[in-house]
């Protein structure tokens, strides 16, 4: 058998890994799996706005030919006045990178920006991504804690801590993928003002920045620290339906110039590829422009808002289960007490909750988490299903305690 590369070994793939491999058998088998593994709101029922298929079908024939590999004109501008009205400043189109989602600009930056031996700081509990990425450049992840007794907020002392003479950057994924939360203005402050001691570049995942639910106060980083290098990273995969689409984007800030050479191994690794997916660029100013079809997921009576409602009280019923109230996206993290069931690790109690349930949720060690266990679920089956999947949760919960 021919060996796989070393620099696999460390690279995990949780989200449809070995419980979704099960699940996929247990389909196949006749049996009817409800998978919360994954964000892909396409397949409980969202459909996609109306304003994007008017953008498909009225640009189709732009779409035809390549663009250029930073991305279609219109496209770059759209995400350029976006963040100009998030706050960031002195931003322009030039500095936008259109790309096939967030998976391939974090792919990208990192392998420009990170060398052997180079330390890069990413949360725990992370989307994995992030991790993965990582390792496949060479770099070394140094996880500083996120703290579920502080609202799932960065742990800004064991962030100091951890900074070493290699630390070249950090990561903060704001509102957070698994945890839903979004970050304080105080704690984002403190976060800036570490990066900036220790001339770190500053790499911030807002994805979900417009599904912040409840009016609740959203700050994009770059906004508040115009002064450090910083990568914004952004996409319509949630907020509009168009997981399929693979769109995604970053955006450079910060002092001009500074990240000059990380921006051009970016577009060397850009122009490798041609470019993104033209069809996807059709949609972007349109979506951006769009704000009222995804508000209305998030307020009462909306679905993203109702199967979060569905969720929580649901867990608030069950006995020996923590959790802290999603603010954003549509991921809860709950945990349970380890002495009160039978349970090894979370990836068991996932996979005995899925033969017994037939429900697929994610351990939170596939998210870098191991203080204990932990389950990320995702929010998206109508209320009554999700609010189903709860009761089942707390029956065999009830069966296997000690």
């Known amino acids: ?68 590999s930073k991305g279609m004109p219109s496209a770059r501008k759209a995400i350029c006045d976006y963040h100009l009205s998030r706050g960031l400043k002195d931003i322009t189109p030039d500095d936008v990178f259109v790309t096939n989602g967030v998976s391939e600009a974090a792919s990208m930056i990192l392998n420009s920006l990170i060398d052997a031996g180079d330390e890069f700081m990413i949360p725990t509990p992370c989307y994995s991504l992030w991790s993965n990425s990582t390792y496949l450049s060479d770099g070394t992840p140094v996880f500083y804690r996120c703290d579920p007794e502080n609202h799932w907020n960065p742990d800004i002392e064991d962030i100091k801590r951890k900074i070493t003479p290699k630390t070249k950057a950090i990561l903060v994924i704001n509102p957070n993928n698994p945890t839903g939360v979004v970050y304080s203005r105080e704690t984002l402050l403190a976060i800036a003002q570490i990066a ?50 693979r769109c995604g984007w970053m ?20 122009s490798l590829r041609l470019c993104s997916n033209t069809l996807t660029q059709l949609c972007i100013p349109a979506a951006l422009d769009d704000y009222e079809s995804t508000r209305q997921m998030i307020i009462p009576g909306g679905r993203i808002y109702e199967q979060r409602k569905a969720t929580v009280e ?31 690790d979370a990836p068991d109690l996932c996979m005995q909750y899925l033969h017994e349930c037939k429900v697929l949720v994610i351990p939170g060690t596939g998210f870098d988490w191991h203080e204990d266990i932990r389950f990320r679920i995702v929010m998206l089956p109508y209320p009554e299903e999700i609010a189903k999947a709860m009761a089942d949760l707390g029956d065999f919960l009830k069966r296997h305690k000690r």
């Open 251 to 270: 955006v450079f800030g910060g002092p001009k110039g500074e990240l000059d050479e990380i921006k051009d191994g970016v577009l060397r690794l850009a």
């Open 1 to 68: 058998m021919i060996p796989i590369s070393k620099r696999m070994d460390p690279v995990h793939s949780d989200i449809r890994g070995p419980l979704f491999q099960e699940a996929i058998k247990m389909e196949a088998a006749g049996e009817k799996v409800m998978k919360l593994n994954t964000g892909n709101p396409g397949r409980f029922g969202f459909g996609l706005p109306e304003s994007l298929k008017k953008a498909l079908s009225e640009g189709l024939e732009e779409a035809v030919p390549y663009c250029d």
């Open 314 to 344: 649901g867990l608030e019923k069950i006995e020996g289960v923590n959790f802290v109230k999603n603010d954003a996206s549509f991921y809860i993290f709950p945990g349970i007490d380890r002495e009160m069931f039978d349970f090894k």
């Open 196 to 245: 900036r001691e220790n001339k770190l570049v500053v790499l911030s995942d807002e994805i979900y920045d417009r599904l912040v639910m409840d009016d609740l106060p959203y700050y994009s980083l770059g906004a508040l620290a115009p002064d450090l290098p910083m990568i914004t990273f952004g996409g319509l995969s949630k907020s509009h339906i168009v997981c399929g689409f």
